[in-house]
């Protein structure tokens, strides 16, 4: 009897869980579900590079294949830095990140901590003064080591959990507000 296929929860238990978006999707999960509904190949995450596409190779039982260039280039764990200098404190860096990894306040200078950063860069293109850069984690002195995929995944669920939290009251401060404008015949 053939072996069951891979779940979407077994694939993305091997994905590096930076979130980059690098592989085309919206994040690892998204990318693990594709591979599991076989509309993905399995080479197409950067990060993970050869190592986890040996593993992706194994679990799918399949032949490996070379990292998809279009994808990226396989390099060290990155860290993000903040020239904090040039930082104009405009806040646009932090809704991007997928761990919450960048603190600061609007109009305030921003920084990163390191120890949650997972190298995605989605904070990068956002800065309108470029004061972000990427760079190897080894070749910051004192640097953490990189957070371990489960560390990255279970921020990255938080994240989304708050970001969900946050719509929801959103919503219900607005409907709040139509509800009031209608009780004292206002505007609807
Ligand atoms: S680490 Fe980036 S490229 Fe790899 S699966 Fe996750 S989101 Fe995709
Ligand atoms: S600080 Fe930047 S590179 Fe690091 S996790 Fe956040 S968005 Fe990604
Ligand atoms: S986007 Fe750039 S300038 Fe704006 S707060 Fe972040 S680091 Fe500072």
Do not use: F, W
């Amino acid at each position: 009897m053939a072996a069951p296929e891979p779940t979407a929860e077994q694939l993305d238990a091997l994905l590096p869980q930076t979130q980059c978006t690098r592989c085309g999707y919206a994040g690892c999960l998204p990318y693990a579900e594709a591979m599991a509904a076989g509309s993905a190949e399995l080479n197409r995450c950067p990060p993970g590079g050869a190592a986890t596409i040996e593993q992706l190779a194994r679990l799918l039982d399949t032949a490996p294949l070379p990292l998809n260039p279009d994808n990226g280039v396989e390099g060290p764990p990155l860290l993000a830095q903040i020239n904090e200098e040039d930082c104009i404190g405009c806040a646009k860096c932090l809704p991007p990140c997928p761990v919450d990894a960048i603190v600061g306040a609007r109009r305030q200078m921003h920084t990163v901590l390191a120890a949650l950063c997972t190298g995605c860069e989605l904070c990068v293109a956002p800065c309108p003064v470029d004061c972000i850069v990427m760079v190897p984690r080894t070749a910051v002195p004192q640097a953490p080591a990189a957070p371990t995929p489960d560390d990255n995944r279970a921020r990255y669920t938080a994240h989304l959990a708050r970001e969900q939290h946050r719509r929801e009251a959103h919503a219900a401060k607005i409907a709040g507000a139509k509800a009031r404008a209608g009780a004292a015949g206002g505007p609807s």
